[in-house]
């Protein structure tokens, strides 16, 4: 799809705000009115006189949600015209007569009729910004210029009875008017022509949807994909979409930007308090996420009192804390699905012990100078500033006298890596190395930590203690961008909370 193939109306979406508050909806009528049919082409020259506004989606648009989405939005922050962007970009640079297939995820449920609230699978919202299950995209490229590519979009037809059990969802329109596919079509219908016609004369198809069974025998959506390009060959997607999920955009940058204020705002309060339970703590962070305007926590956090602080992912959180005890918290929220990752450690009291603040101090000074590498002119790696950082708290130990020589010491101490992406998942674009050398737009987590067994090979007065500190943290080209520096990590400015 090409903005300049586009009728006027559409490209005055993508290229200005609008004056007032505007749909396609607002002019164009509902596909309802079309009742039996399975495809549609858009846009369509027909009108309507209902109001976006009066209408029910199954996921924020602006006309419905202005308090979410800006004019032009599909997502918090995210516009029409970058998730096209997107897909332009993905299709250049597939070969010729490739096809990209992106089925949505499917609701998971707890147990028995119980679900979890729904999360889209990253990739599909990544290139569509489309937030619903049952549904599946088709990416095809027709050309070699930027924009030569054709959108399909299959998802739920409109069911008011349905939707009275199930709540809304956006329907087959909405796919063309709201989220500018240039095909759509009920997801029931791809097996009757619909999915043959989008893939005809395909012979690459990229895709990570599982297409057959470990025994061979191919999947529902493998039979159908065989059905629709008998031709084509399967490759993965991963790493072409990783490429580009990678490098943030502005527009992400500023939704992190905004996940982690609000998310070290709310750690910061936490610490202005004692605690009496892990669970108290981990129901007062979700508390502050929702009331500050995120969407919720970005994961299960980690709220470990004391020894279980040594427990790298604690999440049971449903233990008492002594006012004598650390609290090692690893938390985060997330706003537009765009996460942040935190950890903050300090003393239940308020005031860091001896012991503890000599500890704290080890890994804050190791922290301190690997974040300060996080710029694309020091041309390091993910594994090259693990090893920076590994170096700092090995010389940071050993003046506080350990024994950091021997066989394993460090890896006892300092068991895991000291980052990893950060963007839409917490371990952001699976698969893609920490040995690339950072460029601006990476965003990283820098965690360095130190974990001392209660064991007579340490010094007896850092047994049991778990220290880790940890930042996302954005590569600019000659500095770091340190989104969730409103978390307070100073001792100085820990203490003087409770003053």
């Known amino acids: 799809m090409k903005l300049r193939q586009l009728p006027i109306w559409q490209l005055e979406r993508h290229l200005r705000p609008h004056a007032r508050h505007f749909s396609p909806q607002l002019t164009r009528q509902s596909f309802a009115r079309i009742p039996n049919a399975r495809n549609a082409s858009c846009p369509r020259p027909y009108s309507t006189a209902t109001p976006a506004s009066d209408l029910l989606f199954g996921q924020p648009v602006h006309e419905t949600h202005p308090h979410i989405l800006a004019a032009g939005e ?20 597939l070969p010729p007569d490739s096809a990209v297939v992106l089925p949505s995820a499917t609701l998971k449920y707890r147990s028995g009729a119980v679900f979890h609230a729904f999360r889209q699978e990253s990739n599909f919202l990544y290139l569509t910004g489309f937030a619903e299950p049952e549904s599946l995209a088709v990416l095809r490229r027709t050309g070699d ?4 590519y054709a959108f399909h979009l299959y998802c739920r037809p409109k069911d008011a009875r349905a939707e009275q059990w199930a709540g809304p969802w956006s329907g087959v329109d909405a796919a063309c008017d709201v989220w500018n596919a240039d095909e759509a079509g009920d997801i029931g219908g791809i097996g009757q022509g619909a999915l043959a016609r989008a893939l005809d004369g395909v012979t690459h198809i990229f895709t990570d949807a599982e297409l057959a069974r470990p025994d061979g025998a191919l999947t529902q959506l493998g039979d159908l994909v065989r059905a629709a390009a008998p031709r084509a060959t399967a490759q993965p997607l991963r790493a072409r979409v990783n490429a580009l999920r990678a490098i943030k955009s502005p527009a992400e940058i500023t939704n992190m930007r905004r996940a982690g204020r609000d998310s070290g705002r709310a750690l910061t309060e936490a610490m202005r308090r004692p605690w009496r339970t892990e669970k108290a703590l981990a129901a007062f962070l979700e508390y502050e996420y929702q009331t500050r305007g995120l969407d919720g926590a970005a994961y299960v956090p980690v709220v470990a009192g004391g020894s279980r602080g040594l427990l790298i992912h604690y999440v049971l959180n449903n233990s008492t804390v002594d006012d004598s005890e650390m609290l090692l918290v690893d938390a985060g929220g997330e706003y537009g699905t765009y996460i942040t990752d935190i950890t903050r450690t300090w003393p239940n009291s308020g005031k860091f012990g001896a012991a503890q603040k000599d500890l704290y101090n080890a890994v804050l000074r190791a922290q301190r100078s690997t974040v300060s590498l996080c710029r694309a002119s020091a041309g390091l790696t993910l594994d090259k500033l693990h090893r920076v950082a590994e170096e700092a708290l090995r010389d940071q ?33 699976p698969g893609y190395p920490r040995d690339v050398v950072l460029r601006a737009g990476h965003c990283v987590t820098v965690e360095p930590g130190v974990y001392v067994p209660d064991d007579d090979r340490w010094p007896a007065a850092f047994r049991g203690l778990g220290v880790r500190i940890e930042d996302s943290v954005c590569v600019m080209d000659d500095s770091p961008l340190v989104l969730t520096t409103e978390a307070v990590k100073e001792v100085d400015d820990i203490e003087a909370l409770r003053n």
């Open 397 to 429: 130990l050993r003046q506080l006298g350990f024994d950091v020589g021997g066989p394993g010491a460090m890896n006892a101490l300092f068991p895991h890596h000291v980052g990893h992406y950060v963007g839409l998942d917490v371990h952001d674009v």
């Open 145 to 148: 210029e930027l924009g030569d």
């Open 74 to 93: 599909l997502t918090p922050g995210i516009t029409a015209q970058e998730y096209h962007e997107r897909r332009a970009t993905l299709c250049a640079s």
